[in-house]
C-alpha cells in the first residue's frame, strides 16, 4: 500500500538494469529495480540464484550484470519458484527483492572482490561446473558455477543461495 510501481518499456533503460521504478508514495522516493527470473526452471523451485560475472558474445568476454559499472540498478527483483499450468500461463512465483549496494558490499567483505573473482575466473576457464570458493560454505552460501558447455554464452555465475541473502541482510522476500 506504500508502494506503487512503473514499468519501463525504453530498451535503453532497460540496458541500463531498469524494468521497473518503484515509488514510495510517503518518501515520494523511487527506487530502480530489474527484474531477474529463472525461467529456466519453471515448475521448479530452486533454493539459489546465479549472480552474472561474466559472459561471451561472439568469442569475447563481457562483464557480467552484478558487478557491470554502467547499471543504475539498485535492487534485483529475483523471480524464483515460477509455476505455470499450462503453456505461457504462470500460476504462481516468488519474488525476493535483493539490494544490490549491499550485497556487493557484503561480498567485498568476505573477500570476493571483483577483482579477486576475475582472478579465480581466469584460473579457471576451460572448467565446466561447480567450483567451491573458501570464502562461502557452498551448501548453505553459495559457489560458482561456470556454464562452458551448455549455454552459447558461456556464463560464469556465483550461485547464492536465497537463505543466506536474507540472512546476512541484503535481500527480503516478498510475501
Known amino acids: 500500500m506504500h508502494y506503487c510501481f512503473e514499468r519501463v518499456f525504453h530498451l535503453k533503460k532497460q540496458m541500463q ?6 515509488k ?3 518518501l515520494e522516493k523511487q527506487f530502480l529495480v530489474d527484474e531477474k527470473a529463472q525461467l529456466d526452471y519453471v515448475n521448479e523451485s530452486l533454493p539459489t540464484f546465479a549472480f552474472e ?19 543504475k540498478t539498485e535492487f ?4 524464483t519458484g515460477i509455476y505455470s499450468d499450462e ?20 561480498i567485498e567483505e568476505v573477500g570476493l572482490s571483483q ?8 584460473k579457471n576457464q576451460n ?18 558455477f561456470f556454464s562452458t558447455k551448455n549455454k552459447a554464452e558461456k556464463p560464469v555465475n556465483l550461485i547464492l543461495k536465497l537463505d543466506y541473502l536474507i540472512m546476512i541482510g541484503v535481500a527480503k522476500r516478498l510475501v
Open 24 to 26: 514510495d508514495k510517503h
Open 87 to 106: 503453456d505461457g500461463v504462470f500460476t504462481s512465483c516468488n519474488i525476493t527483492f535483493v539490494n544490490r549496494e549491499k550485497l556487493i558490499q557484503h
Open 76 to 79: 534485483y527483483a529475483l523471480v
Open 53 to 71: 560475472l561474466f559472459y561471451q558474445k561472439n568469442g569475447i568476454q563481457k562483464q557480467g550484470w552484478l558487478f557491470d559499472a554502467s547499471k
Open 17 to 22: 538494469g531498469i524494468d521497473l521504478i518503484l
Open 115 to 122: 577483482k579477486h573473482l576475475e582472478g579465480i575466473i581466469s
Open 127 to 144: 572448467i565446466h561446473g561447480k567450483l567451491n570458493l573458501e570464502q562461502l560454505n557452498p551448501k548453505s552460501e553459495g559457489y560458482l
